[in-house]
C-alpha cells in the first residue's frame, strides 16, 4: 500500500500519505521552497521616526521586527516620571505592529553621535528625532578635553588634556542611580509587553553601542591609543547595567554590544558591523568564544555598508549581490548561529534579483521547522483520544528563543475556521536545536540537527458534532492565542494553520487526502496579527498578581458560577494568578461543568482537586442540563476532563499547590462544603511538603475567605454550606491557623443579582453557558443572591471599602451547625457587614462589573 500511494503523481508533487494500518495515516509533506516571514527571525527592519516613510508594500516579505532606538529623555526626562511615560512613548512609536505580526527590539540610548564626532543637534521640527543629545534632567551636558580632526569623523586631545576627564553626562555623579532606576522602569514597562521580541541593553556610548566611552578596557578606544579612566570608559558600569538588566527582565532576552563584556551574565549579542573585515577579531572570534550561548540567547546585529570594505557598495543590494560578500555573511550566520540581521531598512524588495539573494539569507537566520511527518487516526470514536505524532527539525541557524504554544486543531472542511483545538502540554518548540559546527565546503552543518519527535494523546470533546474535520497543526502567539509561527511545509492554509488530512468524529471517511491546490502560498499571506489591550497599558499597577485557590461546589447554586467568571476576569486583568480549583460537591458532572468553563475562559489547563467521597453527591439543578446544551448545532461547553482522569484528591492538590508558593501569600476562597479545606488540615507529610496540613497552611496561606453560616440578629439557622459536611466545618473554624473573613448568608441576601444583566451584558448571551445555566436554575426573571460572590469580591479587593467588617473574633458552630461569633482581640476571625442601600448598590454594581468583566 505504502509503495502504491507514493506513486500517485499529484501526491509526487505535493507530499506524500502512508496507510498504517487500517486505523492510522502518515503523512510527508514537501519543504516549502522559498523563505518566507516567520516571528522573530530573519531580517530586522529599521526606520528613523519623522524621516524613513514606510512604503506601501511594508511588511516586507521576510521583515517580522524592527529596530526602535528609544531616546532617554522621551521615556524619561524627569526622575520622578513614571513606567507610563514609558508606556505611553512605546505606544506612540510602536502603534499598529501587532496588526501586521511585527514586533519589536527596543535601544534606549543618549547620544546619537558626539559633537567632537560631527554630531548634529536635534531638529526641532521633529519631536521624535534620533539625532542629537537627549540627556534628561537631572544629568548635567557633558564637557569633554576633545575636539573634531578637520574634515574627519574622529577626534583629538591636545598633550594638555591628556589625562582630563569628560565631566557630566555618563560621568555625572548621579548617573548610576539614574540608571538603575530606569532600568527597573523599563522591566515594568516591557517585560511583559508582547510587542517586544528582544531588548538592546544600549544607554552608553554613541548610539548604545557601548563605545565612546566603553565599558571596559578590553579594547582599546577609537579615537587614542590607550584609555583613560573617566574619559574612554566608564568605571563599574559594566556591572550596573549587567544587574539592573538581570534583575528587570526575567522574560525578555537582553542583548549586550560586545561578547567580551558582560561575561558574568546571560545575555545575548548584537554585532552592529556584521561582516566587516575590520571588525573580524573584535566582533567574530570574541563571539565564538561564547560557545553555546546561540541556544538560549540570540545572536543578531546589522551589515552596516557605509564604512571599512563595505563601503564599497552603494546598498544593501549591491552587498547582498556580491557572491564572496554574500557566501562571507552566510559563513557567519551560520557559525554564530544568528537570529535576525539588519540593513535593509532601504531595500527594494521588488528588485528581483535583490530578492533572490535575501532569499539565500533569510531562510539561513534564525529557526527554520520542518514537519518530516505526521501521524493521525482516520477516525476518532466517543471516548476515544486523539493520538497524534509528528516529526520535525529545525534547518535554520538559531533556536526560536520563547516556549510559544503548538495547538492541534480540527477545522471546519468548507471554511477551514477552528471548529476546536487543544494546546499540546508536553511540547517546547525553543529546544527544538538546528545544527553545528558549519562546513563552507558541504554547505551544510556538520553536526546534524536532532530531529525531535513529538507523541501526545488528546481527550476530543463529547460535544463535538460527528463527521469530517480537516487536522490541522500551528504555534500560537500567546498574545490573544492566535496562529503566528509557520512550518516550512507547502501544506498550509491562509491564517496560519498548516493542514494535515481529512479525519472522521464518529464517522468512517474513506479518504483522509486533501486537495493540493486548496493549500495557501506561506509567502503571501499577509493576514497574521496578534493582540494587546489598546492602548497598552503595561502590567496593572506592575504588581505580582495575588495568588489564589478557589474551592467551589459548583452544581449546587448558581451563585458559584458567578464567582467563577469574576476570579476568570481577575485573571485576565493580571490581578490574580489562579492557581487551581478544588470541587467540594462529590458529583461526577462539577468535574466536567468546571472543566468545560474553564476551557471557555482559556484557562484548560489550571489544575482540579475533586473531594471523593464527599458532600452533595446529587446532581443539582444545571450541571447535566448545561452540559447537554446544543446551540446552533454544539455544545456550549467542550469539557476534557471527566471523573475518569483520576483527578488528584481535592487536598492533595491543595498541598502540591501550597507547596509551591511564597510564605505567606496565597488567598483561599471557600464558598462550599468544607471538605477540602479539613482534609487538608488534617493531612500528613507527603512528597509535596514535610510539614503537616495545618502547618502548611500556616506558613503559606495568608486569608481564608469563606461563605458560610450567619452573622448579626437578623437571622438565626444552621446555614446551608456548613451543614453539608459539618464536622469538616467544626474542624476548619476550630483549626484554621490564619486569618479567616466569613461572608454570612445574611450579607449576599441583601446583594441581588440583577437579572437584566444575565440577559444584557454578555455577549451572544443566549449561548453563554453563565447565562444558560442562570436560566436553567430558576424561571426567569429572578435576581439571585450573590452570597459567593461576596467571598471573591472581598478576597481579592480588601482595601476596597466595599464592606464593613466584624471585629476580631473567634467564630465556633454548635452541634446542629449555628454559627456563633465571640468578640476577642487575639481572634483571628472576622466578618463582612454592609449598611445603607447606597452602600449595597454601590457594592452590588462592583460585583456586576466584575461577573462581566466590564470597565471598573
Known sequence: MKSIIRNISFLLLFGSITACGEKNVTVSYQEYPNAFRNPMKGFREFFAPGIDRVREEYPYPYGSMTKEYMQWNMIEDDPNDGVDK?????NHRWKGVEDINVKVIPRVFLVWLEPWHGGKPKN????????????PKGITQEKSPYKQRPNSVAAYVEEKDKNTPIIGGYFDPSFPERVEKLVE??????????????????????WGEHHDPDLSTYWAPHDEPDHV????????????????????????????????????YEFGIYWDSWSQPQEVVRGYEEM????????????GGEITWNWGDL??????EEVVADKDTREYVMEQIRNLHCNHLGGITWADFNDPNFQKNAEILQKAMGYRFVINEFTYPKEIKEQESLSISFSV???????????????????????????????LEDVNISEWMPGDNWSVNENKYQTAPEIYHVQENIPIDASIAKGKYILALTVLDPAGMQPSLRFANENYFEGGYHPMGYIGINEPIDDTRLDPNSFFDIQSDKSLKYQIKQPYTGPKDTKVPIPVIFDTDVGNDIDDVLAMQMLFNYEKTEEIDLLGITISKSNPYSIEYIDGYCRLNGKGNIPLGYAYNGATPEDGGYLRQTLDTIIEGNKILHPQRNIKSNLPEGYKLLRKLLASQQDSSVIFIAVGPETNLARLLKSEADEYSELDGKSLVAQKVKMLSVMGGLYGNEFDFP???????????????????????????????????PHQSILNDFPESYKHPLCDSYKIYDKMPYNRQTWDLTSVLYAIEPMANHFGLSPQGTITLDSIGHSLFTPSENGKHRYLTIQGEKNIQTTLGAIVRQVTGKDK
Open 311 to 316: 563601503a564599497r557598495f552603494k546598498s544593501f
Open 185 to 206: 522602569k523599563l522591566g515594568q514597562a516591557w517585560d511583559n509587553d508582547p510587542r517586544v521580541a528582544y531588548v538592546e541593553m544600549g544607554i552608553i556610548g554613541e
Open 393 to 423: 527539525v529545525n534547518t535554520g541557524s538559531s533556536p526560536f528563543y520563547y516556549n510559544w504554544p503548538v495547538e492541534i486543531a480540527l477545522l471546519d472542511p468548507v471554511n477551514h475556521q477552528k471548529v476546536w483545538g487543544k494546546v
Open 229 to 264: 579612566v573617566n574619559r574612554t570608559w566608564i568605571p563599574g558600569m559594566e556591572k550596573i547595567l549587567g544587574d539592573a538588566f538581570a534583575k528587570a527582565f526575567k522574560n525578555k532576552k537582553v542583548m549586550v554590544r560586545y561578547a567580551y563584556e558582560f561575561k558574568d
Open 288 to 299: 565564538k568564544k561564547l560557545g553555546d550561548r546561540w541556544k538560549t540567547q540570540p545572536i
Open 124 to 135: 526641532p521640527n521633529n519631536p521624535d528625532d534620533l539625532v542629537g543629545w537627549h540627556w
Open 86 to 90: 514609558i508606556i505611553a512613548y512605546s
Open 719 to 753: 446555614e446551608w454550606n456548613l451543614i453539608q459536611d459539618l464536622d469538616a466545618a467544626q474542624t476548619v473554624f476550630k483549626e484554621w491557623p490564619t486569618t479567616v473573613v466569613a461572608s454570612g448568608w445574611e450579607l449576599g441576601n441583601k446583594l441581588l443579582y
